[in-house]
């Protein structure tokens, strides 16, 4: 969602009379940012941030500079003189097209595992996922209990592909908490207009604040995102999968730039792909989209989803309903309640040390199974 405009789509830049201008800057200053926004402030010894007290330095420069620098273009907007308000009016015609690329970029990666071949791909996983399930409800004893059955469950569906694979999101999820996302360069006015106007306003406030900030600071997001903690377990997670031949994928809505500084902490030899917002590509917003594309590039490898609340609810809905073989979530979470309500088999987690046990569990499983069962 962008600030409403008074000109059609065919009116030149230059031909906005200034009534029209004004208009437009009154509605672009009614968007933009509350002079109540509180700053971060600078931490102290002993604070979990100290060690970013550069960088906050920036984020708070960068705040000023964009207030001023939008107080100067709505007024230079309505200016009657030409040398002002051109300059202005193209830098907004700047910024929609700005938005029309992340708009483009968005319908096109929907459209791509959206056509019919590809939704027969998706088609024949979802039915490889059915017959190992009726394959499952013909066991003796399975009901021991809920987990163990869940594990059975998951153990068959492995079966029935040539291994595994883990798409896991990031914030929350690998790592313990998202506080660090009020430091961001572009926090300020962007998650103050993302709280006015919803997620859909998101590719004009990528165009107008976060996008500048992440190409002038990349250094900033890249040292922010070294600094994460992970949850307890994470290391010992990779090396589970990496001796066992499996691959990590990350599916994240989170900034590009500071997701793979963080993972490179870990040192996954096994992680082949992250997925994250950057200047000309806001894709990863889509986790729907995103996680069938990563399907797609291994269908033959069952897909295990680690994720942690609603902004997740895209990996289990639409085309990749029932696409996975099953999920890890976090416990305690109203997230839990939509996961159990698609059927789909699941395991609430607290730390990664959950996720290892109850992963070992499953290959064990799939091994007992595989000496019995026909496929």
């Known amino acids: ?37 509180k700053l971060p402030d600078i931490p102290q010894p002993g604070d979990p941030f100290f060690d ?34 051109l300059p202005a009016l193209t830098h907004w015609a700047e910024i929609k097209a700005q938005v029309n690329v992340y708009n483009y970029g968005l319908e096109t990666a929907k ?16 039915e490889k996922y059915s017959q190992a399930d009726r394959q499952f409800a013909s066991f003796d004893g399975h009901q021991i209990n809920q987990e163990q059955s869940m594990i059975d469950r998951v153990a068959t569906r492995l079966l029935y592909f040539d291994g595994a694979q883990f798409f896991s999101d ?36 990528m165009a107008r604040y976060a996008r500048p900030a992440l190409i002038a600071h990349e250094k900033v997001y890249k040292k922010i995102g070294s600094t994460l903690k992970f949850r ?39 992680l082949i792909s992250i997925t994250g917002l950057s200047s000309n590509d806001i894709t990863a917003t889509d986790k729907e989209t995103t996680t069938a594309q990563h399907i797609l590039q291994n269908p033959n490898l069952a897909a295990l989803l680690c994720i942690d609340g609603l902004s997740d609810t895209g990996c289990l809905e639409g085309i990749v309903k029932g696409a996975t073989a099953g999920m890890f979530v976090l416990a305690g979470t109203d ?18 040390h959950d996720v290892n ?3 070992i569990q499953i290959l064990q499983r799939k091994a007992e199974l595989q000496e019995s069962v026909r496929i």
Request: proline share 4%.
């Open 357 to 359: 046990r109850i992963f």
């Open 111 to 126: 459209q791509s595992v959206r056509m019919p071949k590809i939704r027969q791909i998706l088609k024949s996983i979802k």
């Open 1 to 37: 969602m962008m600030p409403e405009n008074t000109t059609t789509e065919h009116t030149p830049i230059g031909a906005l009379d200034l009534n029209q201008r004004i208009a437009l800057a009154s509605s672009l200053k009614k968007h933009a940012f509350s002079n109540r926004l």
């Open 52 to 85: 970013l007290v550069e960088e906050i330095k920036v984020t708070q420069e960068v705040f000023t500079q964009n207030k001023a620098n939008d107080e100067a273009w709505m007024a230079m907007m309505c200016s009657s003189d030409s040398r002002e308000y």
């Open 232 to 270: 307890p377990g994470v290391p010992e997670f990779v090396n589970l999968t990496k001796q066992n031949g499996i691959t990590i994928s990350v599916l994240s809505a989170n900034f590009k730039a500071i997701v793979a500084s963080c993972m490179e902490n870990l040192h996954a030899d096994n």
């Open 170 to 205: 990031m914030d929350k999820t690998l790592t313990d908490s998202d506080a660090y996302l009020a430091l961001l360069p572009h926090a300020m006015q962007f998650e103050h207009y993302l709280d006015l106007h919803g997620r859909e306003s998101l590719p004009f406030v």
């Open 335 to 352: 997230f839990v309640n939509d996961v159990e309500k698609t059927g789909q088999p699941f395991f609430e987690f607290n730390d990664f």
